[in-house]
Each structure stands twice: as C-alpha cells, then as structure tokens.
C-alpha cells in the first residue's frame, strides 16, 4: 500500500473549515479548477454515505466513487474517511484546531490491504494496469496544490480562477503552482 500525506497550516478559524466540510459537495468543484464534480449521494458526510467525486490532473481522469468509512468530530477537530468501491483507495480529510487558527490534513492511500494477495495485486495494479495513473509525484503535487488553494480560502476568501473543461486537461499541478507565485 502507497501512502500520500500533505499538511497545511491555515490562519483561519476552526469553524471556517468545519463550516467548508459540512458543505462539501458545492465546495469541493469550487476547492480547485481541476475538481470537477462531486455528489454526496445521501446529502451528508456520514459514515456509511455515498460519494463520487470527479477530477482531471494533467489529462489523467480521476473518477471515484465510494463509501465514507470515517466519519468523527468534536468542536476542535474533524476527520472523514472514504474508500472507494474498487476498495483500491482510502481518502482522508482530517481538520484541527491551532493556536494560529487551524490546520488541514489531506491523506491518499493506494493498494489493495490484504496481507497475502494484496502485494502481489498493488504490482499489478501499480505496475501494470494503472502505471500512468499511479504516477505518485503527480498526486502528491495536486494534494499540495489543494492544501494552497484551501488555505487560500479560508484565510484570504480567495477561490481559484476556473479553467474551461476543455483546457483542464492542459494543466499540471506545477504549473498552477507556479502560476500562484508570480
């Protein structure tokens, strides 16, 4: 199994993230231009609900649906945890509260967990069926560039410019980075 971890720190309060996960779905196309859609099927972040969310990351078409595993929180902190249908990916979002205001976790785990097949499927799934979409660097940049564009919201108010369907395809992580900088 592959593990992703990106971590921010937002001078923003608590409840603006805590407010920003309990409207996730409209939040989630408007977190990036490279989100597209997204659909709480059963209209919440609970445990046990349905969720689809759809993006494209440098021509790459990231399409998943799944069941949210995790669902906690408590007035300082919040963690969501979905799987996805294939069982082949774990997505957590976890929010804390901070002296400085808050901080914002964005974990992506990949591969199959069982302990005798599952080595032997992740080479398969990793190596040979999905090779170009398991290119880590890439995944690991979209995550830092959300962790940018959430804090951003958060503390600035400010949402990122949208890209026409037609041009996301054109556009990496990087490069919208990079873009940010100037």
Not at 50 to 70: A, P
Not at 145 to 168: A, Q
Request: with cysteine; hydrophobic share 35%.
């Amino acid at each position: 199994m592959i593990t992703l971890r990106e971590s921010v720190s937002i001078s923003a309060p608590f409840e603006k993230l805590d407010a920003w996960a309990d409207n996730f779905e409209e939040e989630f196309v408007k977190w990036s231009p490279l989100h597209l859609e997204c659909q709480l099927f059963d209209k919440g972040i609970n445990k046990g609900d349905r969720v689809r969310f759809f993006e494209i990351v440098m021509g790459l078409d990231y399409d998943v649906t799944g069941t949210i595993i995790e669902s906690e929180r408590d007035k300082d902190h919040f963690k969501i945890s979905f799987e996805s249908d294939k069982k082949t990916a774990i997505i957590t979002f976890e929010g804390q509260r901070t002296p400085e205001g808050c901080s914002f976790t964005h974990i992506e785990s990949f591969g199959m967990q069982a302990p005798i097949i599952g080595p032997i499927m992740n080479f398969l799934i990793f190596k040979v069926l999905y090779k170009k979409k398991c290119n880590w660097d890439l995944i690991r940049d979209d995550m830092k560039l959300d962790n940018i564009y959430l804090s951003n919201i958060l503390s600035k108010g400010e949402y990122p410019e949208r890209i026409s369907t037609k041009d996301v395809k054109k556009y990496a992580p990087k490069d919208l980075m990079e873009r940010m900088s100037k």
